[in-house]
Structures are given as C-alpha cells and as structure tokens.
C-alpha cells in the first residue's frame, strides 16, 4: 500500500503570523528534492477533527467520500486552477487514513515539478504539533521565531492590525509551539529565529537542511519575498536583515505596553527588553472585541478589492472566508 511513511516525511513550518514563515517556505521550495505548497491550508485540524464522520475507512464509498472533500477544499482547488484535484488511479490502494489521502494531494502538486516530498506552511499549525505529528509519524516541524513587538509593527503597518493583540497572540502561539516541539524532540522539532536567519542565512538554512536531512544546495539561499531582495548596490539576490523596525514605529508608550504583556517570552527567546519579567494579559473582552474588529475589517477589504478588480480570487474562494475563519476559530485557541 502507499503511505505517508514510505519514505521521507513532510514537513510543517509554523510560526506567529509575520514572522517570517512564508519566507522560509520559499526558500525551502526552491531545494531540488523538496516541494513547497504555496497556500496555508489551515483546516487540517479541522478535517482531523471531521474524519470519523466519513465512517469506516475500508469501505471504498467512506474513502471515496474522504478523497472528495480533502481534494474540493478551496484551498486545492485554488493552487490546481480553481479545479478539484484528481484522484489517483490507485487510490484503493493508499493507506485508509486521513493522512494518506492528504499526502496523495500534497504529491499530486509536487509531481508537478518533479519532487515526492512537500512541506506546508499554516503558522496556526503551531498550536497542533503533537496531533499532525500523530497524523504523520515521519512528519518534521519548523518554527520561525521573529521579536513579536516586529510582528506587532508589520501587522499594524499592513492591516492596521491591535499591536496589543498581536502582542498578546504572539506570546501564546510561540509558548505552545514550544512546549510541543520540546514533547516532540529535537529529532523531530526545530527553532529558527528569523534575525538569525535573515543575519546568517547560509549558516541557518545548512542547520535546517541537516535537521530534514537534506544535502545542502545553494538555491535555498534565494528568496523572492518583498524587503528579502537585494536593494540599491547589492550584487545579487537573497535574504537581507529587516529587523528592529519596532523601534522607531512604536512610541515609547506603544512600545512599554507591548513589552508588559510579552515581556518574559521576549526575554525567554533572546531579545532585549526592560521587561524580562512581564507576562500581562489584556482583558478577554478587549481580545474578542479586537479580534472580531480585525475579521470585519479585513473581509470587507477584500471584497472592495475584489469589486475594483485589484484582485482575480474567485467569488466562491473569498465568500468561504468566513465559514472557513470560524471553523479555524474553532481549533485554533489564539
């Protein structure tokens, strides 16, 4: 039977939203033997949550029912040209798990360029270490760790997103991918910071290529992300430092009261602050207030955009956002 474990395993790449994940996805994508998903998923916990709906599994009808929701997911259906993704002539023959068919899918896209092995990029996987590593026993994990007051800059410069909530989730999401990738093990689990990254970029990605046991290739080293190019005067292409913009986009107030509420994790994960010891929660009703403020605020934006022509997403694609928010909502705590 084909399965997931038949030879080397996916990889997930995780981390606060902003902090360099998509990043790392491109360089990670552009390695001979590694497919990158250009899309985050988002809802595999929410299928991992849904598969015993779909009954016995050795049923062929139950699989076949599995094999159509997984492959008509807009998020497929969008990388495949707003087309479901074809079911393999052999798919009787896959393992009868979740996890089989979704690795059949990965791989329908990764032949595509010739490769077998993907890696997918979902920062909110973060909070679901341990059961997509239940999921998948070969599966490797990455979390990009970025100073979350850099976060809180770029989220608000772009989206006019609450600095305080960021700050807030930014704690939380990297403290629980950390207490899970340390169950999981070095073998399996691996932290990067992105300032180490972007600063040392050779020495970094032959790091995380020795961690997925990948030969080094220099075509890691490049990255089409905006601020990652070489500006004016550099004689080529590749990952460029952008840290520390926080300090002069934030006022002093701004910046006291981000770092009373991740104080201590700043200061647990390297990066200097006159709080090492804070660990301040904002209330629970600023956090939904915020949070829903955000979600009208950034749906609305898009349907504009798309109602100008700024953007070509399908209809069906951007009118599923909501439901599909609130499934995440759902699985995701922070």
Same mark, same amino acid.
């Given at each position: ?94 393992? +009868?798990?979740?996890? #089989? $068919? !979704?690795?059949?899918?990965?791989? &329908?896209?990764? /032949?595509?360029? *010739? ?99 990948? +030969?080094?290739?220099? #075509? $890691? !080293?490049?990255?089409?992300?905006? &601020?990652?190019? /070489?500006?004016? *005067? ?101």
């Amino acid at each position: 039977m084909n399965s997931p474990a038949t030879d080397a395993g996916p990889v997930f790449v995780v981390g606060m939203n902003g902090s360099g994940t998509t990043m790392l996805l491109d360089c990670l994508g552009r390695h001979p033997a590694l497919y990158a998903f250009p899309k985050e998923t988002r809802l595999i916990p929410y299928l991992m949550s849904r598969v015993g709906v779909f009954g016995d599994l050795s049923n062929d009808a139950n699989f076949e029912r599995l094999w159509d929701e997984v492959r008509n997911l807009g998020v497929f259906r969008l990388a495949n040209g707003d087309q479901p993704v074809p079911v393999p002539a052999d798919w009787r023959d896959h393992s +009868r798990s979740l996890a #089989a $068919v !979704l690795d059949g899918v990965f791989r &329908y896209f990764a /032949a595509r360029e *010739g490769k077998r092995r993907w890696c997918e990029k979902t920062p909110q996987h973060a909070q679901h270490l341990l059961a997509l590593a239940e999921l998948f026993p070969n599966a490797k994990f990455i979390q990009v760790i970025r100073d979350g007051r850099d976060c809180a800059a770029s989220f608000h410069r772009r989206w006019r997103r609450q600095p305080d909530l960021t700050m807030y989730r930014w704690k939380k999401v990297v403290a629980t991918g950390q207490t899970q990738g340390q169950r999981l093990g070095e073998g399996r689990y691996l932290e990067t910071r992105y300032e180490d990254l972007t600063a040392e970029p050779e020495s970094s990605l032959r790091r995380i290529c020795d961690f997925l046991e990948l +030969r080094f290739d220099n #075509a $890691v !080293l490049e990255s089409a992300q905006p &601020y990652m190019q /070489a500006g004016t *005067g550099d004689s080529g292409r590749g990952l460029k430092r952008n840290s520390g913009k926080w300090q002069s986009y934030f006022t002093a107030r701004v910046q006291q009261r981000l770092e009373q509420i991740a104080g201590r994790t700043l200061a647990q994960c390297g990066y200097a602050t006159h709080f090492p010891d804070a660990d301040a929660d904002p209330t629970a009703w600023r956090r939904r207030y915020w949070a829903g403020a955000e979600s009208l605020r950034q749906y609305g934006r898009e349907i504009w955009r798309k109602l100008n022509g700024e953007i070509e997403r399908p209809w069906s694609v951007i009118l599923s956002k909501p439901w599909n928010a609130l499934r995440q909502r759902q699985h995701n705590e922070y």
